[in-house]
T-cell receptor, first 111, second 116 residues
Framework: DAKTTQPNSMESNEEEPVHLPCNHS???????IHWYRQLPSQGPEYVIH???SNVNNRMASLAIAEDRKSSTLILHRATLRDAAVYYC????????????FGAGTRLTVKP | GAGVSQSPSNKVTEKGKDVELRCDPISGHTALYWYRQSLGQGLEFLIYFQGNSAPDKSGLPSDRFSAERTGGSVSTLTIQRTQQEDSAVYLC??????????????FGDGTRLSIL
């Protein structure tokens, strides 16, 4: 399976934008890029996903490099509630019934 | 509620006992997944169900682990003769269908299992 690499931790100030990077240099042409986050004592929560084009939703934006070997999750204005572990995951187009979470990036938001 | 519901939220039991963990998926979701998460680790896939098809059990760590899904809805994960290494958070997720990358998985908050 294609692997992702993320920084172990990042810090942000409240109400500032946050850019969470993910490298996936071995991504295949049919792999989707998914982001989930996990708040303390909760299950993972879907954030966003994309294939080639940048994506926006109410939670975040996903910027995908032209060669697709990296992507960035963008939180436009971090809040204290955004403190969580963020996971970048590649999912094959089909037959992808399990998701392989790595260690993710632990985001700390300072007031 | 509208989300995935798991019970109990916490379970403490003695080594060697059997435990049953329950998952109520989101209504209408045909795919159901079980994962476990050890302290500070990522998720480990255990098993998934899609409709009436045979489940994919490829992630079950031993024959002490089994799961069933009744009526295409509620699922139970059973661990027989529990061992201390079974201590973890067991997470359930559901999605509308399995097998397609545009279907996000929706997770419950898990059952924290502690084996004494």
């Amino acid at each position: 399976d294609a692997k992702t690499t993320q920084p172990n931790s990042m810090e942000s100030n409240e109400e500032e934008p946050v850019h969470l990077p993910c490298n996936h240099s071995t991504i295949s042409g049919t792999d989707y890029i998914h982001w989930y986050r996990q708040l303390p004592s909760q299950g993972p929560e879907y954030v966003i996903h994309g294939l080639t084009s940048n994506v926006n939703n109410r939670m975040a934006s996903l910027a995908i490099a032209e060669d697709r070997k990296s992507s960035t999750l963008i939180l436009h204005r971090a809040t204290l509630r955004d403190a969580a572990v963020y996971y970048c995951i590649l999912r094959a187009e089909y037959n992808n019934n399990d998701m392989r979470f790595g260690a993710g990036t632990r985001l700390t938001v300072k007031p | 509620g509208a989300g995935v519901s798991q019970s109990p939220s916490n379970k403490v039991t003695e080594k060697g006992k059997d435990v049953e963990l329950r998952c109520d998926p989101i209504s209408g979701h045909t795919a159901l997944y079980w994962y476990r998460q050890s302290l500070g680790q990522g998720l480990e896939f255990l098993i998934y169900f899609q409709g009436n098809s045979a489940p994919d059990k490829s992630g079950l760590p031993s024959d002490r682990f089994s799961a069933e899904r009744t009526g295409g809805s509620v699922s139970t994960l059973t661990i027989q003769r529990t061992q201390q290494e079974d201590s973890a958070v067991y997470l359930c997720a559901s999605s509308l269908v399995a097998g397609y990358s545009n279907q996000p998985q929706h997770f419950g908050d898990g059952t924290r299992l502690s084996i004494l």
